[in-house]
């Protein structure tokens, strides 16, 4: 009788101990899922924007007629060349 009332007593704990595992790996399942939810939508958005920026490159280089976009004479960046590139690729975004 003893053990049987023991072996009773241990069972209802280790069922309580597994239900309460259960409910914390929901909660974990719950915020994996929510986590994934914001990743998908963030790689969406980083897609979006690669695009984007792909199609800005592509304007660019169309407008720039294909050259090089800076000119380097003894290792150093031709102040007007580059700022009237900076002025065209401003005047695009606009």
Same mark, same amino acid.
């Given at each position: 009788?003893?053990?049987?009332?023991? /072996? @009773?007593e241990?069972? @209802?704990?280790?069922?309580?101990?597994?239900?309460?595992?259960q409910? @914390?790996?929901?909660?974990?399942?719950?915020?994996?899922?929510?986590?994934?939810?914001?990743?998908?939508?963030?790689?969406? @958005?980083c897609?979006?924007?690669?695009?984007e920026?792909?199609?800005?490159?592509?304007?660019?280089?169309?407008?720039?007629?294909?050259?090089?976009?800076?000119?380097?004479? /003894?290792?150093?960046?031709? #102040? #007007?060349?580059?700022?009237?590139?900076?002025?065209?690729?401003?005047?695009?975004?606009?």
């Amino acid at each position: 009788m003893f053990r049987l009332y023991h /072996n @009773e007593e241990d069972i @209802e704990r280790h069922e309580q101990d597994l239900e309460k595992k259960q409910h @914390e790996q929901k909660k974990v399942e719950k915020r994996k899922e929510k986590a994934e939810e914001q990743l998908k939508e963030k790689k969406k @958005e980083c897609g979006k924007l690669d695009r984007e920026l792909a199609k800005v490159e592509q304007d660019t280089r169309e407008l720039v007629g294909g050259t090089c976009l800076l000119s380097f004479s /003894n290792g150093e960046i031709s #102040p #007007p060349y580059f700022l009237g590139i900076e002025a065209s690729i401003f005047s695009i975004s606009l």
